[in-house]
């Protein structure tokens, strides 16, 4: 395969002079839009069809080693995924001898301790290593490739070998990647742009992106796709943005083939079909290879077929090299941070949508360590369930993996209302409840397009409106995030400094048997 791009990956200068001309582009993209975007004779001279299959991954999260599928019923839950399977299950789809292309999403970082180790000067230096030796083609950035910082990003690009593409984020003007690349195989040229997330200012810890602009995926994209459709057969949006806002862009940006999309953890087991773009998305954790096998003909996709892999370990063998680079991986963390702290009862389980019993324990750390009347945490800040047993200090590590400190703030009980007012209505238009709590909890009803609260308490007394409450939390959730979780920006928050990840370690030295339960904090009476 050779990549064709108009700046090769490793030419800086080149990759300058591209970042330029998009930044032109974009500016004149209302006067461009309505202008021809070049003749025939600059595309490729394409065979009359041509077949050609897609491999995809997306939010891997670090995931190297396989994983418990504790989604399966039984005892004994089936190991999946990690880097050794879908190395050897890519091997086996390049073995069918059709050309083949290996593209990822995002969120290559944050999940497992791997990404926090610094190989060739960045944290994930390991994975993405890992990822040279598969062979991947091209990838676009993730929010959590952003998690240590947009020097450890930069640093992405010296260790991949293959192009990372990001079109719509911005820094003093310019893109802090390539914004596209056109790779050629089978005779055909694949032009391929990177995208993220409009949320993404909502789900990075703000001193991290300090300086970078999003620009609209749409607007980026279509002055993209303009600029390259001449010149390729086939045009793919790489982007790290969810099923709903893929959806989106395939309705508003005209030329666009194929979406492959990541964010969501969207397990799409046949191709989505929106305004005749196909789209795709494979879950998260390497639990699943995406296939997507196409015949491009007359410049479009004339035939697909698309489906899901699962990485079951149990029928594949390992490379021996790779084999060997993940079991010292994993042995030296093992040996770092795999002495047991405690036994667990029963499994500890996360979920976005209700009360969890690990959201609510986690909570419940934080009121003890802050002395709070009550407190609280968001769920996406808790990335892992761990099974009934052995609870090590690798299992904290990994389910509070981002370096969140303890803060404190006061509220009134009437912002206090207004805040579980404002979370109920959230709760009403997305079905999720966003937040755990200890300490905290409330009744209420959902009828129609209406939200209404029944009642709500603090340790059990009914909230005081002219009272005021001390509240724990984490600095994400206060100082990056007030006004998605709160509705508010509280004006009196207190940074502790200290780790949740080493609070909640703290607290298990002096609790050797943790049996957490669903507490009941949030209450939704159904109409």
């Known amino acids: 395969m050779i990549s064709t791009s108009l700046a090769k990956r490793n030419s800086q200068n080149k990759i300058i002079g591209r970042r330029f001309k998009f930044?032109?582009?974009?500016?004149?993209?209302?006067?461009?839009?309505?202008?021809?975007?070049?003749?025939?004779?600059?595309?490729?001279?394409?065979?009359?069809?041509?077949?050609?299959?897609?491999?995809?991954?997306?939010?891997?999260?670090?995931?190297?080693?396989?994983?418990?599928?504790?989604?399966?019923?039984?005892?004994?839950?089936?190991?999946?995924?990690?880097?050794?399977?879908?190395?050897?299950?890519?091997?086996?789809?390049?073995?069918?001898?059709?050309?083949?292309?290996?593209?990822?999403?995002?969120?290559?970082?944050?999940?497992?301790?791997?990404?926090?180790?610094?190989?060739?000067?960045?944290?994930?230096?390991?994975?993405?290593?890992?990822?040279?030796?598969?062979?991947?083609?091209?990838?676009?950035?993730?929010?959590?490739?952003?998690?240590?910082?947009?020097?450890?990003?930069?640093k992405f690009y010296e260790i991949a070998d293959f192009p990372i593409v990001n079109a719509n984020l911005l820094k003093e003007g310019k893109p802090i990647a390539a914004t596209y690349e056109i790779l050629e195989i089978a005779g055909i040229k694949v032009g391929v742009i990177g995208l993220m997330t409009k949320h993404f200012y909502d789900v990075v810890l703000k001193s991290r992106i300090v300086g970078l602009e999003l620009i609209d995926l749409t607007i980026a994209a279509e002055a993209v796709v303009k600029e390259i459709d001449p010149l390729t057969d086939l045009i793919i949006l790489l982007t790290h943005a969810g099923v709903e806002e893929d959806k989106e862009l395939a309705r508003e940006v005209k030329g666009v083939d194929i979406i492959i999309g990541g964010h969501g953890h969207t397990r799409l087991e046949k191709p989505l079909i929106e305004n005749r773009v196909i789209i795709l998305q494979t879950g998260s954790r390497t639990a699943n290879l995406g296939r997507l096998e196409i015949v491009v003909q007359g410049d479009t996709v004339f035939w697909y077929d698309g489906r899901l892999i699962p990485l079951w370990v149990d029928s594949i063998v390992v490379e021996p090299n790779l084999a060997s680079k993940i079991s010292g991986f994993e042995a030296e963390i093992q040996k770092m941070y795999g002495d047991t702290l405690a036994t667990l009862l029963s499994d500890l389980e996360r979920s976005s949508r209700r009360e969890s019993n690990v959201g609510s324990w986690v909570a419940s750390i934080i009121k003890s360590a802050t002395n709070s009347d009550f407190a609280i945490m968001n769920s996406g800040g808790i990335r892992k369930n761990v099974s009934a047993g052995p609870l090590t200090r690798l299992d904290i590590k990994e389910m509070l993996p981002f370096e969140n400190t303890l803060v404190t703030f006061e509220v009134t009980g009437e912002e206090l209302l207004n805040m579980i007012k404002f979370n109920i209505e959230v709760a009403r238009k997305t079905g999720n409840e966003e937040l755990q709590m200890s300490g905290l909890s409330y009744k209420y009803r959902i009828s129609g397009d209406k939200s209404e609260l029944l009642g709500a308490w603090v340790n059990g007394k009914e909230i005081d409106p002219e009272a005021t409450y001390k509240c724990g939390s984490i600095d994400f959730v206060l100082f990056s995030q007030a006004e998605f979780y709160f509705g508010f920006t509280p004006k009196n928050g207190v940074d502790s400094r200290k780790l949740l990840s080493e609070a909640t370690i703290e607290f298990l030295s002096g609790n050797k048997v943790i049996d957490a339960k669903l507490t009941g904090a949030i209450i939704r009476v159904e109409e």
Not at 42 to 65: C, F, G, R, W
Not at 75 to 97: M, N, S, T
Request: with cysteine.
């Open 23 to 154: 930044i032109a582009f974009l500016m004149l993209i209302f006067i461009l839009i309505g202008c021809t975007g070049g003749s025939e004779t600059e595309k490729s001279t394409q065979p009359e069809s041509a077949k050609l299959v897609i491999l995809h991954t997306n939010d891997m999260h670090a995931q190297y080693i396989p994983l418990n599928a504790f989604w399966i019923e039984g005892e004994v839950k089936p190991l999946i995924g990690g880097f050794g399977a879908l190395d050897a299950y890519i091997k086996r789809e390049r073995e069918k001898g059709l050309p083949t292309l290996l593209m990822d999403a995002g969120d290559l970082m944050t999940g497992t301790l791997l990404s926090e180790k610094e190989v060739e000067g960045a944290k994930g230096g390991a994975l993405l290593q890992m990822m040279n030796e598969m062979g991947y083609d091209i990838m676009t950035l993730g929010n959590h490739e952003f998690d240590n910082g947009q020097d450890n990003v930069t």
